[in-house]
């Protein structure tokens, strides 16, 4: 339920107070009131949520309307006591106006958006340079990319073009900061090589375009949803979404700065998949709650718009993808690592000459030119039976494990060192479980 406080000229008030009726409106009460202006009729309403809009729009019809609409949710009680656990349960999603109205609120001054954007940029810097997982998620607490990440999703979703070009904006300048600050700073401390957490963030996942679409969803739900509907903050949501940009915004000045541009390349790969599949889930979910190119108070929308972007958005997605799939390895890292850690098992498994203990498999963070150098280290343990020397053992595994993974057109050159571990013996004796 939201509270309405409405002004209305006097002996306009009883019209308010039908309206009120017709849109399920409860508690009201109508007394009256004046002003510098004149005399007046002061109503206060409760309307659902779904109702607020309608609600509105035939408010609109009266003459010089003063309203103001109370952003909380309510728990209006009426009698009998007993249904008072039935009158407040229900809990509705905010309307399309109230949507439209947060959004708008949440966009803040420029220089603090811009502060935030340069101390994200700091903190993602030293997480990648230090190798400090956790402050890569300090990086995203401080990052203020979720605002315009949803204020661009509903302005998609309402046909909002001068909204759409201002978030648009917003965005692009907190991601540049954030890209020009991580690489100022490691130009200032001479950085030469990518630490290991840079490696780490900037390999692609054949499943990387799942993040953008449900960081975007879960944005736009955290908006349209009551505050007492939601278990999930709004600070749990904005880091979910600046998960999808502050790392890749950070690592792209760092990459720059120490002239990897392979790494480069793959990072805004990331940023441009995040925030095309960032927009397109968000819009599609504000569109189906009712957000659309008109409504109460709202009328500047342009109906063309939402299928323009989201088609565009869908190109660039689809655009995307395609180029994942015929750049391997360079955009499917992970999912090659993982890929070949499950045929080196198969390997193994089918020489009979030793069990798997661990497989370790990871590109390597030095670019060696013309190959993708793909390191494998591998952990086994003779199996019983098996009378073949160690040397015999790491030579044939070592060529078994290459050529099935030469074969498997991965196009990497691996690299494979096979480390035979041996049972502990006591008193001269072999110990076997």
Known sequence: MRQLLIQVPRGQGDKVLDMA???????????????????????????????????????????????????????PLKPPPSEAPQQVKEVQLRSPLEIFLAGLQSV?????????AACAGVVVWIGLFTNTIYLLTAAMLIAPFAGPAMNTAIATARGDLYLLKRSIIRYGAGIAVTVVVAGILSVIMQQQAPTSLMMASFKVSSVTILLPLIAGTAGALNLIQSERSSLVSGAAVGVLVAASLAPAAGLVGMA?????????????????????GINFSGAIVFRLVGLSARGARYNRGKRWLFPVVLGIGAVIM?????????QEPTLQRTTLEQRTSTEIQQVVQE????????????????????????????????NPEVTASTETI??????????????????VTPLVQVTVLELPEVQGKRVEG
Do not use: C
């Open 21 to 75: 009726k017709a849109h399920q409106g409860t508690n009201l009460a109508r007394f009256e009131a004046s002003d510098t202006e004149g005399e007046l009729d002061f109503v206060i309403t409760y309307v659902p949520n779904r109702q607020v809009e309608s609600f509105l729009e035939a408010l609109d019809t009266l003459p010089d309307l003063h309203l103001t609409l109370v952003p909380r949710g309510m728990m």
């Open 108 to 116: 803040g001054s420029w220089k603090g958006f811009l502060g935030y």
């Open 318 to 326: 689809a655009g995307l993808l395609t180029a994942q799939l015929w």
């Open 256 to 276: 720059a700065a120490i002239a990897r541009w392979d790494m480069v390349v793959n990072s805004l790969f990331l940023l441009v998949l995040q925030l095309a």
């Open 351 to 382: 020489s009979d000459l030793a069990k798997l203990v661990q497989s370790n498999v990871q590109f390597t963070p030095t670019k060696i030119e013309g190959q993708n150098t793909l390191l494998t280290v591998v952990y086994v343990q003779r």
């Open 394 to 411: 790491q030579t044939q595994l070592t060529q078994a494990i290459q050529t099935h993974l030469l074969e498997q057109d991965f196009n």
